[in-house]
Structure formats: C-alpha cells, structure tokens
Antibody
Framework: QVTLRESGPALVTPTQTLTLTCTFS??????????VTWIRQPPGKALEWVAR???????YYSTSLRARLTISKDTSKNQVVLAMTNMDPVDTGTYYC????????????WGKGTTVTVSS | QPALTQPRSVSGSPGQSVTISCTGT?????????VSWYQQHPGKAPKLMIY???KRPSGVPDRFLGSKSGNTASLTISGLQADDEAYYYC????????????FGGGTKLTVL
C-alpha cells in the first residue's frame, strides 16, 4: 500500500524559510519512473503545482516560485524535502505531496496535506 | 489565475448527468493526452478520478467519464449520487518547456 505523509511547522513568520518533509512508503524513489511532487492550496482556492523530483534526481519547479524553492530527496529514508524561502502570508495554505510517474502527469496517491500559516 | 478554465459551479439532481469542462490551449490540454481529474471533498486531499484524458483508476465507478476535443477536456458524471457533491479539478501537462502541471480553478458540483 502506497502512503505519503507531510510534516512541517504549522506556523511560520514572514521572511522565514519553510521546510516540509514528505515521508512515503510502498514505493521507492530509486525505482525508474517514480517521482514525488508538491502541490499547495490556499484556503478556499484552487490547487497549484509547486515542484517535482524524479527518481534520477531531475528537479522541476513552478515558474513563479522557482527562485524560492529547493526540492531534494533522501532515498534511504524514503523522504522528499521541500524548502521555500522568504515566506509571505500569501503562501498560507495546505501543502500536499503526491506520487507521480515521471513518464506521465497525474498524481495517483496523495498525502493528507499539512496546513501552513504565515503570520507574524 | 489558474491556467485552465473551469466553470465555477454545476449542479444536478440525483440520477442525472452533469458535464464539467476544462479549457486550455494547444500547448497544454490540446497538445497532450495528459489530462487528469481530481475530486476533493471539503477538508480532504484530492482523489484521482480520471487520468490520460479518459482512463479510470481501479475503484472509480464507470459513471465517471473523461473526454477531450481540441483544447477542451470534459468530465461527465452520470447517475449522480449525493456523495459526488465535491469540488472537481482538472489538470494538464504544462508542456515540455516547464515540465510542470497546470490546474483549473475548480468546479463545485452540487447534487440538488
């Protein structure tokens, strides 16, 4: 059974760096074709794609967020880490990680999400 | 501003059918057969309902049907049930330049 779980701080202050961890099981990021992606959702708004990391360590970022993002993986721990610098209140929302096949473009299994509030 | 355009809301009575559209461009929806649809109940994570335009994951009822014509993809839900009431989001490959994903603004389905 494939599962993913997001973890990280619930509250960050403006200008801080947010670090989120996605811990997964049931698949390996060292397997050809596997990828993990991050998607966020501001309160009451639509989903927004953030970043993706592939099994071969290829990384892709949202054009609008690219300058602030770093995605990395620890295959031995089955974890993917997303760092977002210079947090702003508009970054408030729920952050989801999900599994995606790097040859395709759909998320078949999602984590439950973690809510992040940016406020002083 | 979401890259893909969806109606804000649709509604139907139990047993009826509804169709939700998702309009993009020839660079995304129209250019690839990589359109997917997600159902999201309040406070829950999205759930994959359709991928690669029309394919259904195991466990998704065949009442959910995906299709595409030109730059517009559609999700048709037949035999509406109370539990179908949710938000539905379409997604598409954003093109080889970005390798990212595009989402629609979401459509609230109300079962009357």
């Amino acid at each position: 059974q494939v599962t993913l779980r997001e973890s990280g701080p619930a509250l960050v202050t403006p200008t801080q760096t947010l670090t989120l961890t996605c811990t997964f099981s049931g698949f390996s990021l060292s397997t050809s074709g596997m990828s993990v992606t991050w998607i966020r959702q501001p309160p009451g708004k639509a989903l927004e794609w953030v970043a993706r990391i592939d099994w071969d360590d290829d990384k892709y970022y949202s054009t609008s967020l690219r300058a602030r993002l770093t995605i990395s993986k620890d295959t031995s721990k089955n974890q993917v880490v997303l760092a977002m610098t210079n947090m702003d209140p508009v970054d408030t929302g729920t952050y989801y990680c999900a599994r995606i096949d790097s040859n395709y473009f759909y998320m078949d299994v999602w984590g439950k999400g973690t809510t992040v509030t940016v406020s002083s | 501003q979401p890259a893909l355009t969806q109606p804000r809301s649709v509604s139907g009575s139990p047993g009826q059918s509804v169709t939700i559209s998702c309009t993009g461009t020839s660079s995304d929806v129209g250019g690839y057969n990589y359109v997917s649809w997600y159902q999201q109940h309040p406070g829950k994570a999205p759930k994959l309902m359709i991928y690669d335009v029309y394919k259904r994951p195991s466990g998704v009822p065949d009442r959910f049907l995906g299709s595409k014509s030109g730059n517009t993809a559609s999700l048709t839900i037949s035999g509406l049930q109370a539990d179908d009431e949710a938000y539905y989001y379409c997604s598409s490959h954003g093109g080889t330049y970005t390798f990212g994903l595009l989402f629609g603004g979401g459509t609230k389905l109300t079962v009357l």
